[in-house]
Nanobody, 117 residues
Framework: QVQLVESGGGLVQPGGSLRLSCSAS????????MRWYRQGPGKQRELVAG???????NYADSVKGRFTISRDAAKNAVYLQMNSLKPEDTADYYC???????????WGQGTQVTVSS
């Protein structure tokens, strides 16, 4: 089993920054990718950013140029640096880890981000 623990959420004013962290532990092997998803009030869960084992990254159009995903393979950790935050970034942010063949997805419990003045 794999456990994912997120941290770093909180309340921030528009234009501010936050850095989310996710640490993975347990039976970790053949990681394919780590990703951040979010689910805002009344919205479906959406992909925010992802990073593969080959360090290829992808971002939702709504966060390009503002958010940066990075990964520390030695620590089995993934980070999301969020700058120029907007009220529409308000959501619960979830860490996702995909590993194995066939791939299995694991999820964290989520961390809340609120952007408000």
């Amino acid at each position: 089993q794999v456990q994912l623990v997120e941290s770093g959420g909180g309340l921030v004013q528009p234009g501010g920054s936050l850095r989310l962290s996710c640490s993975a532990s347990g039976s970790i092997f053949r990681i394919k990718a780590m990703r951040w998803y979010r689910q805002g009030p009344g919205k479906q869960r959406e992909l925010v950013a992802g990073v593969t084992v080959g360090v290829s990254t992808n971002y939702a159009d709504s966060v390009k140029g503002r958010f940066t995903i990075s990964r520390d393979a030695a620590k089995n950790a993934v980070y999301l640096q969020m700058n120029s935050l907007k009220p529409e970034d308000t959501a619960d942010y979830y860490c996702n880890l995909e590993q194995g063949i066939p791939p299995i997805n694991y999820w964290g419990q989520g961390t809340q981000v609120t952007v408000s003045s």
